[in-house]
């Protein structure tokens, strides 16, 4: 089982990753770029065949080492 | 208009981050976890209402500086 984990800066916490492209962006011509968020996506393939359970683990993954939840939100895809 | 790109390695590629994420979550515990890929997500704001022209647009920004097409492929979203 195949589960996608995008993990994204919270709005309002400063993103000077997101910024540094927002602005090399600029400089290479690239006009009408308002905004630039960058964020992490994590693949994971997990054995096990119970959807529920992948869910929940991976959601205890992302609570413990995936995301800082403080300043990160998290969202799950399993596919 | 909101576009997301997903830039991940191509597979075979060499993914140490990844890896290491595979073995901190083995050290925490979580069986299961096979493999590990990680990627970024880079969601961007444009001005503009034309969605072609902006999927256009991102994709020259993918090819230019988002990604590296040697070693990773990109993948566009336009919302």
């Known amino acids: 089982m195949k589960a996608t984990v ?8 400063l993103d000077p990753q997101g910024e540094a492209v927002r602005h090399a962006l600029g400089a290479l011509g ?3 770029v308002a905004s630039v968020r960058q964020g992490k996506v994590i693949e994971l393939d997990l054995s096990g065949e119970d959807r529920a359970a992948a869910e929940d683990a991976v959601r205890k ?3 413990k080492l995936l995301a800082n ?11």
Chains 1, 2 share one sequence.
């Open 6 to 13: 995008h993990v994204m800066l919270k709005p309002g916490v």
């Open 61 to 63: 993954m992302c609570e």
């Open 30 to 32: 690239f006009a009408g």
């Open 69 to 79: 939840t403080v300043i990160e939100t998290y969202h799950i895809e399993i596919a």
